[in-house]
């Protein structure tokens, strides 16, 4: 069992920075792939990024030169930096945790959420 709490969303100028932080607890962490998703109002859950266990990630196309996923195993923790933020990234943005195997890009496959941070990014 996975416990997952998201923290560091909020209001953002189009441009600006912010950096969320994912606490999991639970044991053996580092056996995990973690993933970011985020749903924006009327839309579906889409995939941001992935990270192993080993420390291998894997981001979306459209945010791959401006967010990046990282995890420390040691800390529990798994952050989401976010930079050149547009306003299409206003969203709530999830934490997730998965076994290994199959696609680490569906939301499907992951087994653990956390409630979700709200992440405004103002034009």
């Known amino acids: 069992q996975v416990q997952l709490v998201e923290s560091g969303g909020g209001l953002v100028q189009a441009g600006g920075s912010l950096r969320l932080s994912c606490t999991a607890s639970g044991r053996s962490f580092s056996t995990y792939v973690m993933g970011w998703f985020r749903q924006a109002p009327g839309k579906e859950r889409e995939f941001v990024a992935y990270?192993?266990?080993?420390?291998?990630?894997g981001h979306v196309e459209s945010v791959k030169d401006r967010f990046t996923i990282s995890r420390d195993n040691a800390r529990n923790m798994v952050y989401l930096q976010m930079n050149s933020l547009k306003p299409e990234g206003t969203a709530v943005y999830y934490c997730?945790?998965?076994?290994?195997?199959?696609?680490?890009?569906?939301?499907?496959?992951?087994?653990?959420w956390g409630q979700g941070t709200q992440v405004t990014v103002s034009s």
């Open positions: 990270i192993t266990g080993g420390g291998n990630p």
């Open positions: 997730a945790a998965r076994r290994y195997g199959g696609s680490y890009v569906s939301a499907l496959g992951y087994n653990y």
